[in-house]
């Protein structure tokens, strides 16, 4: 306990320090039909101590990126190029797409930890919760099974649950209790990093809030980072401190969630925010994205977005935009200033031609 607490105040004292650098990240698919390139080319950095969330229209590549990051990609998926660069506190980087075997395992949980899509339904229908607990503990780090279990009662108490849950089974829990115990596995270690994939979906709106808050608090309470992988733009508002919009395999804009909300930078974020239905004030009539998703088969020429963009210009379909700084206001020092690919910014000369 004493060393998980040593581990806890490095963790706060180096929070906005580097801990993930995505460096031209390929993920592609083998199929019947070709290739499919689901994540071609991203390219993105992560700070201790964050919450970043990773939005986008379903199928843009979100939850492959995050399999990926974790090394869980089978096939027909394969990792195609790229790096991933992870730093541990006071060590070297670790190009985490070349650890493999026992490395990797024991890498796994202590320093990156995973909250899966679907996760009520992740657990063993035929053990009860304290011993899915211990087989996590025990297969991730070097404690005995008797000190596994006697840290569950706490473990379930940091997600506001009580001590005899450890002694259920799932099929006694309802979904937001699954959702808090697979919470608490995925903390067992106190990770470095936590990737939490759709964490509230099919659960009622006071358990989203619930969940939401618990994130939050991990971050506050460990120095944890946690990456939100969700298309529900809410979820991003309530928790995220910085925002990163994936559209066909890239991400095309990363900002303050703040900025991504009040003055979305890329066409593609505009018509996600112009989207989202607002609850008081004056009615206006939703916007929406003309035209339909494109085949990661047959990714379009140039910006990817082009043939749906209201304000797509020539060169928009013969080159693809650089990822650049954008500047957000008066003075924005460059490292919080948004980035964004897009040739709006890059040949701001030619927007007026947009059509």
């Known amino acids: 306990m004493a060393k998980n607490a040593l581990k806890t105040v490095e963790k706060k004292t180096a929070v906005g320090s580097p801990l993930l650098d995505i460096e031209d990240l390929k993920v592609y698919y083998n199929t019947i039909s070709g290739v499919a390139q689901a994540v071609d080319g991203v390219n993105l950095q992560i700070k201790r101590g964050e919450i970043l969330g990773i939005a986008g229209e379903s199928g843009c590549g979100k939850s492959t990126l995050t399999t990926a990051l974790l090394r869980l990609t089978k096939p027909p998926a394969y990792v195609a190029a790229g790096r991933i660069l992870f730093y541990p506190l006071n060590q070297q980087p670790i190009n985490l797409l070349e650890v493999d075997g026992p490395d990797l395992r024991a890498f ?20 009860r919760v304290k011993d899915q607990f211990s087989d996590v503990m025990l297969e991730h780090s070097e404690m005995s099974k008797r000190d596994a279990l006697a ?30 115990v697979t919470l608490a596995m995925a903390i067992a270690l106190e990770p470095d990093l936590l990737v939490a994939d759709e964490p509230t979906t099919a659960l009622d709106v006071h358990v989203q809030r619930v969940i939401i808050q618990m994130l939050a608090g991990l971050r506050d309470k460990m120095g944890m980072t946690v990456i939100i992988v969700t298309h529900d733009m809410a979820v991003h508002a309530e928790l995220a401190d910085r925002v990163a919009v994936m559209y066909a395999g890239g991400v095309v ?61 020539p060169i928009c379909s013969q080159e693809t935009p650089a990822f650049l700084p ?24 030619a927007e007026g031609t947009s059509r």
Not at 154 to 171: C, I, R, S, T
Not at 260 to 282: D, N, Q, V
Request: with cysteine.
């Open 326 to 349: 954008v500047a957000n206001e008066a003075g924005s020092k460059v490292e919080l200033q948004p980035l964004v690919a897009c040739h709006l910014y890059s040949h701001p000369e």
């Open 253 to 313: 804009e990363v900002g303050d969630v703040r900025q991504i909300f009040k003055a979305p930078k890329h066409p593609y974020t505009r018509g996600l925010i112009g989207s989202i239905p607002r609850i008081g004030g004056e009615r206006i009539r939703l916007g929406g994205i003309g035209g339909n998703t494109p085949s990661p088969r047959n990714w379009p020429t140039g910006c990817r977005f082009h043939p749906r963009c209201p304000q797509a210009m």
């Open 151 to 180: 840290m569950v009662p706490d473990l379930l108490k940091q997600v506001g649950l009580e001590a005899y849950v450890a002694n259920m089974y799932p099929h006694e829990l309802s979904g937001g209790m699954k959702q808090r």
């Open 108 to 127: 796994r949980w202590r320093n990156l930890a995973y909250l899966p899509q679907g996760s009520m339904s992740a657990l063993n229908p035929v053990l």
